[in-house]
């Protein structure tokens, strides 16, 4: 027998919902994102120093982070995050707890990522640029805020952005955590009505038009920055 789908249960109260979930995912994007960046770049910059500790320390946050699947890291933070912020500030067990150890897990996470990026796009710079702010007398903290950093994340933007849409993706993630993003409340209302695989359709749908749009302005503003 043939299965019947029924979108029935899409509807504006439903849409109202998956909404607020949208929310929840895109501040777990931004947030992971733009915190992700800032310390990627402090990771990037400590790969690349001469100071052995600095070194060690990124190489080994690097590989760690990068070997272990994105789901238990959520599932760590999970677990112990709540648990040390309730115990420092005497806290009661709350859905901003469980976000909070959502963020933190995912900036950590992504910044290892990026992290390779900024190395990366900090390398493809010619040391001839380093050598000629040198010659002018900028101390290193000047020549790479002012010259190379600069030049390195023109390069590296649409990487940066392609990572995050990757990231968007992979905040259907925090289901394990029980947080409501856009993900769970379409499976929390398909579960409800009966209408599991239509909603996750329909989530599929919205996942898909949002992350190859996004792919597209990438595509666009690679192009642009080509020419």
Known sequence: MAYDFDFSSINLTTLEVLGE?????????VTAVVVGIVWGTVLAMMRLSSFKP????AQ???????????????????????QLLQKAFNLSPAAD??????????ALFEAAYYSEIIRAGIQ??????????QALGMTYGQTMRLVILPQAFRNMVPLLLTQGIILFQDTSLVYV?????????????G??????VELLLFAGAVY???????????????KKVAV
């Open 21 to 29: 979930g949208m929310m929840v995912s895109l501040k777990i994007t």
């Open 54 to 57: 600095f070194n060690w320390f």
């Open 60 to 82: 080994g946050y690097v590989t760690i982070f990068r070997s272990i699947p994105l789901v238990m890291v959520l599932l760590w933070f999970f677990l112990i995050i709540p």
């Open 97 to 106: 707890l469980r976000m909070t150890s959502a963020l933190i897990a995912f």
């Open 124 to 133: 493809s710079v010619s040391r001839g640029q380093m050598f000629a702010a």
């Open 177 to 189: 955590s029980a947080l409501a993003d856009f993900f769970g409340q379409a499976y929390g209302i």
């Open 191 to 196: 579960e409800r009505d009966g209408r599991i």
């Open 208 to 222: 898909f038009v949002i992350c190859i749009s996004a792919s597209l302005l990438v595509k666009r503003y690679q």
